[in-house]
């Protein structure tokens, strides 16, 4: 059913799908349909709990991967931008809904924040362990470098940073690490 509510959101859009439409394409009754959700909010909530899923899926496969800090911390924040991108503009419509209704979007997100914050509190601890990193406050430093890349999120999926950002996703990376990186470690 969150599948088909979902194709239906990005077709048409949240306000204009109506909880018999979704119980139609779903080929299910009302009732069933209101057996698992109160109204057509909460399934929408459920569409962004699962995208937002697709997303720490992403971050956590990097997570499990056997290379040194420096590059994990790397390619979690290359994915995090992507991964973000990428559930936010395959849905069509879904991505002017998420922009509206940006403030349910972070309600449910909180429980991938934090789930975000613990996978990068251990790639900072594993590269201080390693002599990659600086000493530094891992929890301060994970929260910040989760929240400078939510606030580089819609700017990105809106394309309003610049043309060239794709192409120098990099720097950023670069910036981050170049705070935290040992003076052994310099890029």
Known sequence: ??????????????????????????????????????????????????????????????????????????????????????????????????????????????KIDTKEIILIRQILDAGIHAGQFIPMNINMSATIILYSLKGLEVPYIRQNISHDFERHKREVVDFVLRSIKKESYRL
């Open 1 to 110: 059913m969150i599948d088909v509510a979902r194709d239906l959101f990005a077709k048409k859009g949240k306000k204009n799908v109506t909880m018999n439409d979704i119980a139609a394409s779903a080929a299910k009754g009302r009732r069933t349909l209101y057996t698992y959700f109160k109204n057509k909010d909460d399934i929408y909530k459920a569409v962004i709990e699962e995208e937002l899923n697709f997303v720490y899926e992403k971050l956590w496969a990097v997570s499990q991967k056997d290379i040194p800090p420096h590059e994990k911390l790397t390619e979690h924040i290359l994915t995090h931008l992507d991964a973000i991108k990428t559930a936010v503009t395959r849905n069509g419509s879904l991505r002017s809904d998420f922009f509206q209704d940006i403030n349910e979007v972070e309600r449910v997100r909180k």
